[in-house]
């Protein structure tokens, strides 16, 4: 009676609502990984690696994941998910990160 | 069909038997007269080991529902009970009830809303949850009452329905009348209903996401699918009330109905008021009035086409409601079946009575002189009134 998401057809408009699971329950999360919010954005994020300090505030407060940490703990955006919040901004205590227009 | 000894029951009382024969897995519920004596009653039959089953008291009626939801999302086979103030609180979650597509039972003991402050019985709480996509039953006396309550198990837990069902059943009238129903046993309860099964239960193993978001590009698809499973839950409601006929012996259907077939004119109500026109009616037959009287034990869905087959045979229509519809044209249920005289082409007469809101009695002899007013509507080809509010001081 449910069936799995196709979410690349369902972003396309390409189902039905017998094609679709039942109450709108996904039975092969995580689906939302197709969802590039990064579209959504206005402003993004850019780091200043010669200012940054490590801290990781803006991995901790980042409500989408979209901050990278990496092995050293210096960080990078994930532009495919970001949002353009600007949350990592408010929170760097250095203000290594600043809001650049989209080009 | 096994041998079992009649019982004297209160309305309560004989769904609270009815829940514990289900087998249920998990209650959650809070108290609210009239439907009390249900929740008391199951958790005694918990307490004393009699009832293998979770019960929880919620701090609200919000709650309560809240956690049935979750309960039968895990598989859990799953019940619950209110009435009017109660079931207002419950309404948002009574929405996610149905979209989730959760099955359970609830009985609505139908009583009025506020305000003025009455206990007493209405249809207003139900009415109001009308549009949810839950199914709905009414019944029209204890015994109905008691044999609905495994008859909406089996239909909402159908893996091809998954909805929840009300069952309703007139507060005080029902719920606080001692009345003798005869019982299935345990042993057919079991056959009848054994323990539930569910594709889609909760498991860590197998994650699933339920009360996704779905936007406008997806919204109205699975609203058309629930739609659909409530409209084509009637079919598995046959095949149900026909299993349930073989072991009990009693057969129930979308409607019930007495000397309809060459009726002049039909009266016809929801729950417990069928019994009183039902004797009204005899009387009225004795003096060889050709009258018949109609009561819907399904009211979602809707059974349109059973009833215009039956109200395409006579002239004249009362509709009785225990409800009302402030600023529109009537009450629902005479509201329902205009909108289903009119697609289907029939064209009689049709009154509306709107009786018996805050627990007002409708009498024997009220209920006498309804009748007579169908047949006074059939004989003229018209009613004077659309719409008349019985026994108000005016």
């Keep these: 009676m449910s069936a799995k998401t196709d979410v690349k057809k369902v972003l396309k408009g390409d189902f039905t609502y017998k094609s679709l699971p039942m109450a709108a329950m996904i039975i092969n999360p995580p689906t939302s990984l197709e969802y590039k919010t990064g579209v959504w954005r206005i402003k993004k994020p850019v780091i200043d690696q010669s200012k940054c300090i490590k801290c990781l505030l803006c991995w901790v407060y980042c409500p989408d994941m979209s901050v990278i940490r990496k092995e050293d703990d210096s960080v990078e955006i994930d532009y495919e998910y970001c949002k353009g919040c600007g949350i990592c901004v408010n929170a760097c205590p250095v203000k290594a990160i600043s809001m650049e227009e989209e080009v | 069909m096994a041998q079992v000894e009649r019982l004297a029951f209160m309305g309560d009382e004989a769904v609270a038997y009815a829940v514990k024969q289900s087998n249920v897995d998990v209650i959650a519920a809070y ?111 204890v015994q109905e009452a008691y044999d609905l309550t495994f008859i909406a198990f089996k239909l909402g837990e159908d893996p091809s329905v998954l909805l929840p069902v009300s069952v309703n059943m007139d507060a005080f009238v029902l719920s606080h009348s001692i009345e003798p129903i005869t019982p299935i046993s345990d042993e057919d309860a079991a056959k009848f209903l054994p323990p539930r099964k569910y594709e889609f239960e909760v498991d860590a193993d197998k994650p699933i996401t339920y009360g996704t978001m779905a936007l406008p590009d997806v919204y109205m698809e699975f609203k058309m699918q629930l739609k659909e499973a409530v409209e084509s839950s009637a079919k598995i409601f046959e095949k149900v009330v026909s299993e349930y006929a073989k072991l009990s012996g009693r057969r129930y259907w979308y409607y019930q109905s007495y000397m309809i077939d060459d009726a002049d004119a039909i009266v016809m109500a929801l729950g417990s008021t069928y019994g009183t026109l039902k004797t009204a009616a005899k009387k009225l037959r004795n003096e060889g009035l050709k009258i018949g009287v109609l009561a819907l034990t399904m009211y979602r869905p809707f059974p349109e086409k059973q009833l215009a087959e039956i109200l395409r045979n006579t002239k004249a229509l009362v509709v009785m409601d225990r409800a009302y519809s402030y600023g529109g044209i009537g009450g629902p249920l005479y509201t329902d079946i205009l909108g289903t005289l009119y697609r289907n082409d029939i064209k009689i007469p049709v009154k509306n009575v709107v009786y018996g809101l805050g627990g007002r009695d409708f009498k024997l002899d009220e209920a006498e002189a309804v009748l007579r007013m169908a047949l006074d509507g059939a004989e003229a080809g018209r009613f004077d009134v659309n719409v008349s509010w019985w026994g108000v001081k005016g």
């Excluded at chain 2, 249900?38 to 089953?53: H, K, Q």
């Excluded at chain 2, 086979?77 to 109660?86: D, E, H, I, L, W």
């Design chain 2, 31 to 141: 108290p609210i007269t009239p439907q009390t004596i249900i929740v008391e009653r199951l958790s005694e039959y918990v307490a004393n080991g009699e009832l293998d089953a979770a019960f929880i008291q919620a701090e609200s009626e919000h709650s309560a529902l809240s956690i049935c939801v979750g309960a039968s999302l895990a598989g859990a086979r799953v019940y619950t009970s209110t009435c009017s103030q109660g079931l207002a609180l419950m309404h948002e979650i009574v929405y996610a009830t149905s979209s989730m597509r959760a099955p359970m039972v609830m009985t609505i003991v139908n009583r009025s809303l506020n305000a003025p402050l009455n206990i007493h019985c209405e249809h207003g709480d139900i009415m109001a949850e009308r549009d949810s996509g839950w199914i709905i039953l009414f019944a029209a006396n």
